[in-house]
Protein backbone atom coordinates (compact mmCIF):
# COMPACT_ATOMS: atom_id res chain seq x y z
CA UNK A 1 0.00 0.00 0.00
CA UNK A 2 1.43 3.21 -0.84
CA UNK A 3 1.84 6.20 1.78
CA UNK A 4 1.58 9.78 1.77
CA UNK A 5 2.40 11.69 4.24
CA UNK A 6 1.59 15.71 4.17
CA UNK A 7 0.64 18.62 6.61
CA UNK A 8 -2.11 21.06 6.48
CA UNK A 9 -0.39 24.85 6.75
CA UNK A 10 -2.12 28.39 7.01
CA UNK A 11 -2.31 31.35 7.86
CA UNK A 12 -4.32 31.52 11.50
CA UNK A 13 -8.28 31.27 10.76
CA UNK A 14 -7.73 30.69 6.83
CA UNK A 15 -9.72 27.20 7.81
CA UNK A 16 -7.10 23.84 8.36
CA UNK A 17 -8.90 22.50 11.23
CA UNK A 18 -12.13 22.40 8.76
CA UNK A 19 -10.35 21.20 5.90
CA UNK A 20 -9.21 18.24 8.36
CA UNK A 21 -12.87 17.51 9.18
CA UNK A 22 -14.13 17.37 5.89
CA UNK A 23 -10.95 15.00 4.70
CA UNK A 24 -11.67 12.90 8.31
CA UNK A 25 -15.44 12.77 7.05
CA UNK A 26 -14.67 11.79 3.10
CA UNK A 27 -12.31 8.79 4.17
CA UNK A 28 -14.54 7.60 6.73
CA UNK A 29 -11.77 7.48 9.53
CA UNK A 30 -14.11 8.84 12.65
CA UNK A 31 -18.08 6.80 13.48
CA UNK A 32 -20.99 9.21 12.81
CA UNK A 33 -21.56 8.69 16.76
CA UNK A 34 -17.78 10.12 17.50
CA UNK A 35 -17.74 12.93 14.77
CA UNK A 36 -17.32 16.81 15.80
CA UNK A 37 -16.15 19.78 14.63
CA UNK A 38 -12.45 20.33 14.77
CA UNK A 39 -11.80 16.97 15.27
CA UNK A 40 -7.93 17.53 15.62
CA UNK A 41 -8.41 19.92 18.39
CA UNK A 42 -7.94 17.64 21.10
CA UNK A 43 -7.25 19.71 24.08
CA UNK A 44 -10.30 21.31 25.80
CA UNK A 45 -8.64 25.13 25.43
CA UNK A 46 -8.23 24.58 21.66
CA UNK A 47 -12.19 23.93 21.24
CA UNK A 48 -12.60 26.99 23.36
CA UNK A 49 -10.84 29.57 21.69
CA UNK A 50 -11.18 28.10 17.65
CA UNK A 51 -7.47 27.74 17.55
CA UNK A 52 -5.51 25.15 17.12
CA UNK A 53 -1.99 25.07 19.37
CA UNK A 54 -0.67 21.47 19.01
CA UNK A 55 0.11 19.93 15.49
CA UNK A 56 -2.41 16.57 15.70
CA UNK A 57 -1.17 13.76 13.41
CA UNK A 58 -4.16 11.21 12.19
CA UNK A 59 -4.00 8.04 9.80
CA UNK A 60 -6.60 7.68 7.18
CA UNK A 61 -7.31 5.44 3.91
CA UNK A 62 -8.57 6.60 0.54
CA UNK A 63 -9.44 4.56 -2.34
CA UNK A 64 -8.75 6.31 -4.94
CA UNK A 65 -10.55 7.19 -8.64
CA UNK A 66 -8.03 4.68 -10.01
CA UNK A 67 -8.96 1.78 -7.14
CA UNK A 68 -6.23 1.82 -5.15
CA UNK A 69 -5.85 2.41 -1.63
CA UNK A 70 -3.73 5.13 0.16
CA UNK A 71 -2.54 5.14 3.46
CA UNK A 72 -2.29 9.13 4.14
CA UNK A 73 -0.35 10.19 7.59
CA UNK A 74 -2.08 13.75 8.08
CA UNK A 75 -0.82 16.35 10.01
CA UNK A 76 -3.27 19.72 11.21
CA UNK A 77 -0.51 22.33 12.40
CA UNK A 78 -1.15 25.97 14.42
CA UNK A 79 -1.37 28.85 12.03
CA UNK A 80 -0.81 31.56 14.96
CA UNK A 81 3.39 32.83 14.57
CA UNK A 82 3.87 32.22 18.35
CA UNK A 83 3.02 28.40 17.03
CA UNK A 84 5.47 28.28 14.39
CA UNK A 85 7.74 26.39 16.47
CA UNK A 86 4.92 23.25 16.40
CA UNK A 87 4.62 23.97 12.52
CA UNK A 88 7.99 23.17 12.11
CA UNK A 89 8.29 20.03 14.01
CA UNK A 90 5.39 18.72 12.19
CA UNK A 91 6.69 19.33 8.48
CA UNK A 92 9.88 17.25 9.79
CA UNK A 93 7.74 14.14 9.79
CA UNK A 94 6.49 14.57 6.06
CA UNK A 95 7.12 15.20 2.45
CA UNK A 96 4.62 17.53 1.36
CA UNK A 97 2.04 19.72 2.54
CA UNK A 98 -1.39 21.58 1.95
CA UNK A 99 -1.19 25.35 1.69
CA UNK A 100 -4.53 26.99 2.67
CA UNK A 101 -5.28 30.03 1.28
CA UNK A 102 -8.78 32.08 1.98
CA UNK A 103 -10.04 33.18 -1.10
CA UNK A 104 -11.58 36.28 -0.04
CA UNK A 105 -8.48 37.57 2.03
CA UNK A 106 -5.64 35.96 0.02
CA UNK A 107 -1.73 35.37 1.08
CA UNK A 108 -1.70 36.79 4.34
CA UNK A 109 1.75 37.35 6.88
CA UNK A 110 2.03 33.64 8.14
CA UNK A 111 0.94 31.88 4.77
CA UNK A 112 4.34 33.34 3.69
CA UNK A 113 6.27 32.17 6.71
CA UNK A 114 4.60 29.10 6.71
CA UNK A 115 5.17 28.48 3.14
CA UNK A 116 9.02 28.97 2.94
CA UNK A 117 9.35 26.45 6.05
CA UNK A 118 7.83 24.13 3.66
CA UNK A 119 10.16 25.11 1.48
CA UNK A 120 13.06 25.38 2.94
CA UNK A 121 12.48 21.97 4.36
CA UNK A 122 12.33 20.30 0.45
CA UNK A 123 8.69 19.58 0.87
CA UNK A 124 6.53 19.58 -2.55
CA UNK A 125 3.75 22.43 -2.12
CA UNK A 126 -0.03 22.08 -3.10
CA UNK A 127 -2.04 24.96 -3.21
CA UNK A 128 -5.87 25.04 -1.94
CA UNK A 129 -7.81 27.90 -2.25
CA UNK A 130 -10.69 27.65 0.72
CA UNK A 131 -13.61 29.34 1.31
CA UNK A 132 -15.02 29.44 -2.21
CA UNK A 133 -18.62 30.24 -1.30
CA UNK A 134 -18.15 33.14 0.33
CA UNK A 135 -19.46 36.34 -1.75
CA UNK A 136 -15.98 38.02 -1.55
CA UNK A 137 -14.08 34.92 -3.08
CA UNK A 138 -11.68 36.14 -5.50
CA UNK A 139 -10.19 32.47 -6.69
CA UNK A 140 -8.00 33.76 -9.42
CA UNK A 141 -6.81 36.96 -7.50
CA UNK A 142 -5.43 34.45 -4.68
CA UNK A 143 -3.66 32.07 -7.34
CA UNK A 144 -2.23 35.31 -8.50
CA UNK A 145 -0.97 36.38 -5.05
CA UNK A 146 0.03 33.00 -4.39
CA UNK A 147 2.27 32.98 -7.37
CA UNK A 148 3.24 37.06 -7.10
CA UNK A 149 4.32 36.74 -3.75
CA UNK A 150 5.27 33.40 -2.38
CA UNK A 151 6.47 32.13 -6.00
CA UNK A 152 4.46 28.89 -5.61
CA UNK A 153 3.01 27.72 -9.26
CA UNK A 154 -0.49 27.43 -8.79
CA UNK A 155 -0.89 25.05 -12.29
CA UNK A 156 -2.40 22.66 -9.39
CA UNK A 157 -4.46 25.10 -7.06
CA UNK A 158 -7.61 22.78 -6.24
CA UNK A 159 -10.85 25.70 -5.72
CA UNK A 160 -12.66 24.27 -2.45
CA UNK A 161 -15.04 24.95 0.17
CA UNK A 162 -14.11 23.12 3.48
CA UNK A 163 -17.42 24.28 4.94
CA UNK A 164 -19.57 22.89 2.56
CA UNK A 165 -17.36 19.44 1.42
CA UNK A 166 -17.55 21.23 -2.19
CA UNK A 167 -14.28 19.69 -4.54
CA UNK A 168 -12.71 18.30 -1.10
CA UNK A 169 -12.26 14.77 -3.16
CA UNK A 170 -9.81 16.50 -5.20
CA UNK A 171 -8.07 17.88 -2.92
CA UNK A 172 -7.35 14.11 -1.76
CA UNK A 173 -7.07 13.48 -5.76
CA UNK A 174 -4.09 16.02 -5.91
CA UNK A 175 -2.73 14.36 -2.99
CA UNK A 176 -2.08 10.98 -4.58
CA UNK A 177 -1.11 12.65 -7.65
CA UNK A 178 1.36 15.38 -7.25
CA UNK A 179 2.77 14.72 -3.42
CA UNK A 180 5.75 12.40 -3.53
CA UNK A 181 5.27 9.03 -1.04
CA UNK A 182 8.66 8.27 1.20
CA UNK A 183 11.63 6.86 0.30
CA UNK A 184 13.41 4.35 2.59
CA UNK A 185 14.31 0.65 2.66
CA UNK A 186 12.86 -2.08 5.00
CA UNK A 187 15.99 -3.66 5.38
CA UNK A 188 17.91 -0.80 6.20
CA UNK A 189 18.83 -0.38 10.45
CA UNK A 190 15.43 1.36 12.30
CA UNK A 191 15.93 5.46 11.79
CA UNK A 192 12.84 7.30 13.43
CA UNK A 193 12.55 10.94 14.16
CA UNK A 194 10.63 12.06 17.58
CA UNK A 195 8.92 14.96 15.93
CA UNK A 196 6.41 15.41 19.52
CA UNK A 197 5.97 13.21 23.03
CA UNK A 198 2.85 12.85 25.82
CA UNK A 199 3.02 12.33 29.41
CA UNK A 200 0.62 9.20 30.63
CA UNK A 201 0.43 8.32 34.22
CA UNK A 202 0.21 4.80 33.74
CA UNK A 203 2.45 4.34 30.28
CA UNK A 204 5.19 6.66 31.10
CA UNK A 205 6.44 8.64 28.11
CA UNK A 206 4.68 8.16 24.53
CA UNK A 207 6.58 9.42 21.65
CA UNK A 208 5.31 10.14 18.44
CA UNK A 209 8.06 8.85 15.63
CA UNK A 210 8.19 8.59 12.05
CA UNK A 211 9.82 6.27 10.40
CA UNK A 212 12.35 6.71 7.90
CA UNK A 213 13.88 3.07 7.55
CA UNK A 214 13.66 -0.26 8.68
CA UNK A 215 11.01 -1.31 11.13
CA UNK A 216 9.90 -0.88 15.22
CA UNK A 217 7.21 -3.20 17.02
CA UNK A 218 7.16 -4.81 20.23
CA UNK A 219 9.96 -6.11 22.26
CA UNK A 220 12.31 -4.52 20.01
CA UNK A 221 15.11 -3.31 22.14
CA UNK A 222 16.05 0.58 20.79
CA UNK A 223 18.79 3.08 21.27
CA UNK A 224 18.35 6.93 21.65
CA UNK A 225 20.96 8.74 19.45
CA UNK A 226 21.51 11.75 21.79
CA UNK A 227 21.04 10.45 25.11
CA UNK A 228 22.81 6.68 24.42
CA UNK A 229 20.13 5.33 26.51
CA UNK A 230 18.87 1.28 25.51
CA UNK A 231 15.03 0.64 26.38
CA UNK A 232 12.76 -2.45 25.31
CA UNK A 233 9.65 -1.60 22.93
CA UNK A 234 6.45 -2.00 25.04
CA UNK A 235 3.71 -1.37 22.61
CA UNK A 236 3.50 0.30 19.06
CA UNK A 237 1.08 2.31 16.91
CA UNK A 238 -0.49 4.95 15.35
CA UNK A 239 -3.37 7.89 15.66
CA UNK A 240 -6.74 7.36 14.53
CA UNK A 241 -6.69 10.07 16.06
CA UNK A 242 -7.04 8.53 19.39
CA UNK A 243 -4.12 6.02 19.82
CA UNK A 244 -4.54 2.32 18.35
CA UNK A 245 -1.98 -0.19 18.79
CA UNK A 246 -0.73 -1.64 15.72
CA UNK A 247 2.09 -5.25 15.13
CA UNK A 248 4.52 -2.54 13.91
CA UNK A 249 5.48 0.75 12.09
CA UNK A 250 6.96 0.41 8.87
CA UNK A 251 8.82 2.80 6.43
CA UNK A 252 7.08 6.14 6.18
CA UNK A 253 4.27 5.59 8.29
CA UNK A 254 3.96 8.01 11.43
CA UNK A 255 2.95 6.71 14.75
CA UNK A 256 3.93 6.28 18.33
CA UNK A 257 5.55 4.09 20.69
CA UNK A 258 6.03 3.38 24.37
CA UNK A 259 8.94 1.83 26.40
CA UNK A 260 7.92 2.57 29.97
CA UNK A 261 10.03 5.74 29.95
CA UNK A 262 9.62 7.11 33.35
CA UNK A 263 12.48 10.23 33.24
CA UNK A 264 11.03 12.87 30.87
CA UNK A 265 14.95 13.65 30.54
CA UNK A 266 15.85 10.18 28.84
CA UNK A 267 13.63 11.36 25.08
CA UNK A 268 14.14 14.73 23.43
CA UNK A 269 12.18 16.25 20.87
CA UNK A 270 13.86 16.12 17.33
CA UNK A 271 15.92 12.42 18.55
CA UNK A 272 16.44 9.79 16.49
CA UNK A 273 15.49 6.33 17.87
CA UNK A 274 17.30 3.53 16.09
CA UNK A 275 17.99 -0.36 16.81
CA UNK A 276 20.07 -1.13 19.95
CA UNK A 277 21.55 -3.92 18.08
CA UNK A 278 22.07 -2.75 14.65
CA UNK A 279 22.65 1.22 14.92
CA UNK A 280 22.08 3.52 12.21
CA UNK A 281 25.33 6.00 10.93
CA UNK A 282 23.18 8.43 9.70
CA UNK A 283 20.92 9.90 12.65
CA UNK A 284 18.02 12.16 11.13
CA UNK A 285 18.99 15.91 11.05
CA UNK A 286 16.55 17.34 14.25
CA UNK A 287 15.24 20.54 15.19
CA UNK A 288 16.88 23.65 16.19
CA UNK A 289 15.88 24.46 19.18
CA UNK A 290 13.19 26.98 19.80
CA UNK A 291 14.75 30.58 20.93
CA UNK A 292 12.20 32.10 23.62
CA UNK A 293 11.98 35.72 22.99
CA UNK A 294 9.56 36.72 26.26
CA UNK A 295 10.26 36.17 29.47
CA UNK A 296 7.81 35.67 32.70
CA UNK A 297 8.09 34.75 35.93
CA UNK A 298 5.28 32.19 37.30
CA UNK A 299 4.95 31.81 41.16
CA UNK A 300 2.12 29.49 42.75
CA UNK A 301 -0.43 31.75 44.82
CA UNK A 302 0.19 28.61 47.59
CA UNK A 303 4.09 28.41 47.93
CA UNK A 304 3.29 24.82 49.04
CA UNK A 305 2.80 24.13 45.39
CA UNK A 306 6.26 25.08 44.32
CA UNK A 307 7.04 21.20 44.17
CA UNK A 308 3.77 20.28 42.02
CA UNK A 309 5.07 23.40 39.82
CA UNK A 310 8.05 22.48 38.54
CA UNK A 311 6.81 18.63 38.30
CA UNK A 312 3.77 19.80 36.24
CA UNK A 313 6.66 22.24 33.59
CA UNK A 314 8.65 19.15 33.07
CA UNK A 315 5.49 17.24 31.99
CA UNK A 316 4.47 20.21 30.04
CA UNK A 317 8.07 20.59 28.81
CA UNK A 318 8.38 17.21 27.37
CA UNK A 319 5.05 18.09 24.81
CA UNK A 320 6.13 21.55 24.18
CA UNK A 321 9.36 22.21 23.68
CA UNK A 322 9.73 25.60 22.83
CA UNK A 323 9.34 27.18 26.29
CA UNK A 324 12.23 26.40 28.54
CA UNK A 325 12.02 27.22 32.72
CA UNK A 326 14.64 28.38 35.74
CA UNK A 327 13.93 28.88 39.01
CA UNK A 328 13.88 32.21 40.61
CA UNK A 329 13.21 33.69 43.88
CA UNK A 330 11.45 37.36 44.46
CA UNK A 331 11.16 38.77 47.72
CA UNK A 332 7.40 39.79 46.87
CA UNK A 333 6.09 36.67 45.72
CA UNK A 334 8.61 34.10 47.01
CA UNK A 335 9.76 30.63 44.83
CA UNK A 336 8.78 30.42 41.90
CA UNK A 337 10.55 29.66 38.09
CA UNK A 338 11.55 32.41 35.42
CA UNK A 339 9.85 31.09 31.64
CA UNK A 340 10.51 31.38 28.53
CA UNK A 341 8.17 31.87 25.86
CA UNK A 342 8.00 32.34 22.00
CA UNK A 343 5.31 34.93 22.50
CA UNK A 344 2.46 36.46 24.47
CA UNK A 345 0.06 33.59 23.32
CA UNK A 346 2.70 30.90 23.93
CA UNK A 347 3.34 31.99 27.42
CA UNK A 348 -0.87 32.93 28.34
CA UNK A 349 -1.79 29.46 26.66
CA UNK A 350 1.01 27.56 28.85
CA UNK A 351 -0.18 29.49 31.97
CA UNK A 352 -3.98 28.10 30.82
CA UNK A 353 -2.86 24.39 30.69
CA UNK A 354 -0.74 24.91 33.76
CA UNK A 355 -3.67 25.84 36.03
CA UNK A 356 -6.27 23.50 34.06
CA UNK A 357 -4.22 20.31 33.66
CA UNK A 358 -2.72 20.51 36.83
CA UNK A 359 -4.92 22.19 38.75
CA UNK A 360 -2.16 25.16 39.65
CA UNK A 361 -3.26 28.26 40.91
CA UNK A 362 -0.18 30.86 39.41
CA UNK A 363 0.48 34.56 39.15
CA UNK A 364 2.56 35.36 35.75
CA UNK A 365 4.93 38.42 36.47
CA UNK A 366 5.24 41.28 33.61
CA UNK A 367 6.13 39.51 30.53
CA UNK A 368 9.94 41.18 29.19
CA UNK A 369 12.71 40.25 26.88
CA UNK A 370 15.94 39.52 26.89
CA UNK A 371 18.54 42.16 27.33
CA UNK A 372 21.90 42.24 26.63
CA UNK A 373 23.73 44.46 29.22
CA UNK A 374 27.86 45.46 29.20
CA UNK A 375 29.03 47.30 33.08
CA UNK A 376 31.73 49.67 33.43
CA UNK A 377 34.11 46.86 34.25
CA UNK A 378 33.61 45.74 31.13
CA UNK A 379 31.47 42.21 31.95
CA UNK A 380 28.45 41.12 29.35
CA UNK A 381 25.95 39.39 30.44
CA UNK A 382 22.04 38.54 29.85
CA UNK A 383 19.56 39.89 31.55
CA UNK A 384 16.10 38.21 31.25
CA UNK A 385 14.73 39.34 34.81
CA UNK A 386 14.25 43.69 35.17
CA UNK A 387 15.82 42.92 38.92
CA UNK A 388 18.61 41.78 37.78
CA UNK A 389 19.62 45.17 36.30
CA UNK A 390 22.74 46.79 37.90
CA UNK A 391 22.25 50.26 38.98
CA UNK A 392 22.72 53.55 36.11
CA UNK A 393 26.07 54.46 37.59
CA UNK A 394 27.46 51.24 36.84
CA UNK A 395 25.93 50.76 33.39
CA UNK A 396 27.91 50.82 30.15
CA UNK A 397 24.93 49.81 27.83
CA UNK A 398 22.19 47.73 27.06
CA UNK A 399 21.26 46.08 24.16
CA UNK A 400 17.66 44.84 22.95
CA UNK A 401 16.37 43.06 20.64
CA UNK A 402 15.06 44.18 17.28
CA UNK A 403 13.07 42.40 14.80
CA UNK A 404 12.21 42.44 10.90
CA UNK A 405 8.48 43.40 10.97
CA UNK A 406 6.18 42.32 7.98
CA UNK A 407 2.65 44.09 8.15
CA UNK A 408 -0.36 43.38 5.68
CA UNK A 409 -3.26 45.59 5.34
CA UNK A 410 -5.96 46.80 2.93
CA UNK A 411 -4.62 50.58 1.63
CA UNK A 412 -6.94 52.50 3.33
CA UNK A 413 -5.33 51.05 6.92
CA UNK A 414 -2.17 52.64 5.84
CA UNK A 415 -1.75 55.81 7.54
CA UNK A 416 -2.90 55.11 11.10
CA UNK A 417 -0.62 51.76 10.98
CA UNK A 418 2.07 53.84 10.22
CA UNK A 419 1.24 56.57 12.85
CA UNK A 420 0.92 53.28 15.32
CA UNK A 421 4.53 51.62 13.88
CA UNK A 422 6.44 55.05 14.84
CA UNK A 423 4.96 55.48 18.20
CA UNK A 424 6.17 51.98 18.92
CA UNK A 425 10.07 53.49 17.95
CA UNK A 426 9.87 51.47 14.46
CA UNK A 427 11.96 52.04 11.58
CA UNK A 428 10.44 52.05 8.17
CA UNK A 429 12.80 49.54 5.48
CA UNK A 430 9.92 49.25 2.94
CA UNK A 431 6.69 49.24 1.42
CA UNK A 432 5.28 46.82 -1.31
CA UNK A 433 1.67 47.04 -3.31
CA UNK A 434 0.22 43.51 -3.95
CA UNK A 435 -2.92 44.59 -5.68
CA UNK A 436 -4.90 46.67 -2.97
CA UNK A 437 -3.00 45.37 -0.19
CA UNK A 438 0.26 46.55 1.41
CA UNK A 439 2.89 45.03 2.48
CA UNK A 440 4.59 47.41 5.43
CA UNK A 441 8.32 46.26 6.36
CA UNK A 442 9.68 47.81 9.56
CA UNK A 443 12.50 47.18 12.04
CA UNK A 444 10.84 47.26 15.66
CA UNK A 445 11.98 46.84 19.27
CA UNK A 446 10.30 43.46 19.91
CA UNK A 447 9.67 44.58 23.19
CA UNK A 448 7.61 47.48 21.98
CA UNK A 449 5.17 45.15 19.92
CA UNK A 450 5.15 42.26 22.85
CA UNK A 451 1.80 43.71 24.83
CA UNK A 452 -1.13 45.38 22.81
CA UNK A 453 0.51 46.38 19.48
CA UNK A 454 -1.54 43.20 17.93
CA UNK A 455 -4.66 43.89 19.10
CA UNK A 456 -4.50 47.92 18.04
CA UNK A 457 -3.12 46.98 14.81
CA UNK A 458 -6.40 45.08 14.39
CA UNK A 459 -8.71 47.05 16.00
CA UNK A 460 -7.36 49.87 13.86
CA UNK A 461 -7.67 47.96 10.43
CA UNK A 462 -10.69 46.36 10.94
CA UNK A 463 -9.82 43.13 11.68
CA UNK A 464 -8.10 43.14 8.33
CA UNK A 465 -4.32 43.73 9.23
CA UNK A 466 -2.55 40.50 10.03
CA UNK A 467 1.29 40.39 11.16
CA UNK A 468 5.00 38.41 11.33
CA UNK A 469 8.08 38.70 12.58
CA UNK A 470 11.40 37.40 12.79
CA UNK A 471 14.55 38.02 14.83
CA UNK A 472 17.17 40.30 13.58
CA UNK A 473 19.71 41.64 16.01
CA UNK A 474 20.20 43.14 19.77
CA UNK A 475 21.10 46.97 19.31
CA UNK A 476 22.00 49.52 22.16
CA UNK A 477 19.06 51.58 23.01
CA UNK A 478 18.70 54.23 26.01
CA UNK A 479 16.96 52.29 28.45
CA UNK A 480 16.60 52.55 31.75
CA UNK A 481 14.84 50.47 34.46
CA UNK A 482 11.89 51.78 36.26
CA UNK A 483 11.33 50.68 40.02
CA UNK A 484 7.94 50.75 41.86
CA UNK A 485 8.74 51.72 45.68
CA UNK A 486 5.56 50.90 48.07
CA UNK A 487 5.87 53.22 51.13
CA UNK A 488 9.79 54.07 50.37
CA UNK A 489 10.35 49.70 49.62
CA UNK A 490 11.24 48.57 46.35
CA UNK A 491 9.04 45.77 45.29
CA UNK A 492 11.40 44.15 43.31
CA UNK A 493 8.62 41.83 41.41
CA UNK A 494 7.57 45.17 39.49
CA UNK A 495 10.32 46.34 37.89
CA UNK A 496 10.27 47.15 34.39
CA UNK A 497 13.29 48.06 31.64
CA UNK A 498 11.55 50.75 29.40
CA UNK A 499 13.19 53.46 26.82
CA UNK A 500 14.12 56.42 28.75
CA UNK A 501 11.26 58.67 26.35
CA UNK A 502 8.80 56.34 27.62
CA UNK A 503 10.11 56.24 31.23
CA UNK A 504 7.27 58.68 32.44
CA UNK A 505 4.29 57.64 30.69
CA UNK A 506 4.58 53.84 32.03
CA UNK A 507 5.84 54.74 35.14
CA UNK A 508 2.84 57.15 35.96
CA UNK A 509 0.31 54.57 35.09
CA UNK A 510 1.91 51.41 37.08
CA UNK A 511 1.71 54.03 40.56
CA UNK A 512 -1.80 55.21 39.77
CA UNK A 513 -2.79 51.47 39.10
CA UNK A 514 -0.89 50.33 42.22
CA UNK A 515 -3.06 53.42 43.58
CA UNK A 516 -6.12 52.17 42.99
CA UNK A 517 -5.42 48.22 44.38
CA UNK A 518 -3.66 48.55 47.39
CA UNK A 519 -5.94 48.98 50.59
CA UNK A 520 -5.92 51.77 52.76
CA UNK A 521 -4.29 51.79 56.25
CA UNK A 522 -4.06 54.31 59.29
CA UNK A 523 -1.38 56.40 57.57
CA UNK A 524 -1.06 57.85 54.29
CA UNK A 525 1.37 55.23 51.84
CA UNK A 526 3.62 56.81 48.72
CA UNK A 527 3.67 55.03 45.58
CA UNK A 528 6.17 56.43 43.63
CA UNK A 529 8.43 55.52 40.33
CA UNK A 530 11.70 55.87 40.48
CA UNK A 531 14.66 55.48 37.80
CA UNK A 532 17.86 54.96 39.99
CA UNK A 533 17.18 58.12 42.68
CA UNK A 534 15.14 59.91 40.80
CA UNK A 535 11.42 59.92 41.42
CA UNK A 536 9.71 59.96 38.05
CA UNK A 537 5.88 59.81 39.85
CA UNK A 538 3.61 59.44 42.81
CA UNK A 539 0.64 58.51 43.84
CA UNK A 540 -0.35 58.15 47.49
CA UNK A 541 -2.85 55.90 49.05
CA UNK A 542 -4.85 57.76 51.62
CA UNK A 543 -4.90 57.24 55.18
CA UNK A 544 -8.35 55.81 57.07
CA UNK A 545 -10.09 59.22 58.88
CA UNK A 546 -10.36 58.55 62.86
CA UNK A 547 -12.82 61.67 63.61
CA UNK A 548 -10.70 62.20 66.79
CA UNK A 549 -13.02 65.61 67.40
CA UNK A 550 -16.33 64.03 67.45
CA UNK A 551 -16.34 64.10 71.24
CA UNK A 552 -16.03 67.71 70.86
CA UNK A 553 -18.83 69.63 71.46
CA UNK A 554 -18.33 73.75 71.06
CA UNK A 555 -15.79 74.75 73.34
CA UNK A 556 -12.07 75.83 73.00
CA UNK A 557 -9.74 76.03 69.22
CA UNK A 558 -6.80 75.07 71.25
CA UNK A 559 -8.59 71.49 72.64
CA UNK A 560 -9.04 70.64 69.46
CA UNK A 561 -5.29 71.16 67.66
CA UNK A 562 -4.17 69.69 71.18
CA UNK A 563 -6.24 66.00 69.15
CA UNK A 564 -5.35 66.78 65.78
CA UNK A 565 -1.48 67.52 67.13
CA UNK A 566 -1.65 63.97 68.65
CA UNK A 567 -3.15 61.97 66.31
CA UNK A 568 -1.09 63.27 63.76
CA UNK A 569 2.28 62.55 66.11
CA UNK A 570 0.70 58.94 66.51
CA UNK A 571 0.55 58.13 62.40
CA UNK A 572 3.81 58.84 62.21
CA UNK A 573 5.22 56.58 64.66
CA UNK A 574 2.75 54.20 63.26
CA UNK A 575 4.75 54.65 59.76
CA UNK A 576 7.82 54.05 60.91
CA UNK A 577 7.12 50.94 62.16
CA UNK A 578 4.15 49.58 59.88
CA UNK A 579 4.99 47.81 57.19
CA UNK A 580 2.40 47.64 54.07
CA UNK A 581 1.45 44.19 52.89
CA UNK A 582 0.96 44.54 49.25
CA UNK A 583 -1.81 41.75 48.45
CA UNK A 584 -1.81 39.77 45.13
CA UNK A 585 -4.44 41.13 43.94
CA UNK A 586 -2.29 44.15 43.48
CA UNK A 587 0.27 42.43 41.43
CA UNK A 588 -2.25 40.81 39.23
CA UNK A 589 -4.00 44.20 38.95
CA UNK A 590 -0.90 45.91 37.88
CA UNK A 591 0.70 43.04 36.08
CA UNK A 592 -2.06 42.07 33.62
CA UNK A 593 -3.23 45.75 32.64
CA UNK A 594 0.72 46.34 32.23
CA UNK A 595 0.13 48.17 29.05
Known sequence: MEIRNFSIIAHV????????????????????????????????????????????????????????????????????????????????????????????????????????????????????????????????????ELEEIIGVPGDHAVPVSAKTGENVRAVLEAVVQHLPGPQGERDAPLRALIFDAVYDAYQGVIAFIRVFDGTIKAKDRVLIHSTGKVMEVERVGFFCPEPTVAAELGVGEVGWFTAGIKEIADTQIGDTVTSADRPTDRPVPGFKPAMPVVFSGLYPTDTEDYPRLREALEKLRLNDAAFSFEPETSEALGFGFRCGFLGLL???????????????????????????????????????????????DRLESIAEPFVALSVFLPEEYVGSAMGLLQEKRGEMKDMVYHGHRVELRYEVPFGEILYDFHDRLKSLSRGYASMDYRFLEYRAGDLVKIDVLVNEEKVDALSIIAHRDKAYDVGRRMVDRMAEVIPRQMFSIPVQAAIGGKILARATVKAFRKDVLAKCYGGDITRKKKLLEKQKKGKARMKQIGTVEVPQEAFLAVLSTEE
Do not use: W
Not at 96 to 121: F, K, M, R, S
Not at 356 to 377: C, H, M, N, Q, W
Open 13 to 144: DHGKSTLADRILELTESVSERDRRDQMLDSLELERERGITIKATPMRLYYRSDAGATYQFNLIDTPGHVDFNYEVSRALGACEGVLLVIDAAQGVEAQTIQNAYLAADGGLEILPVINKIDLPAANVPGAIE
Open 346 to 392: HADIVQARLEREFDLSLIATAPGVVYKVVTTDGAAFDVQNPSELPTP
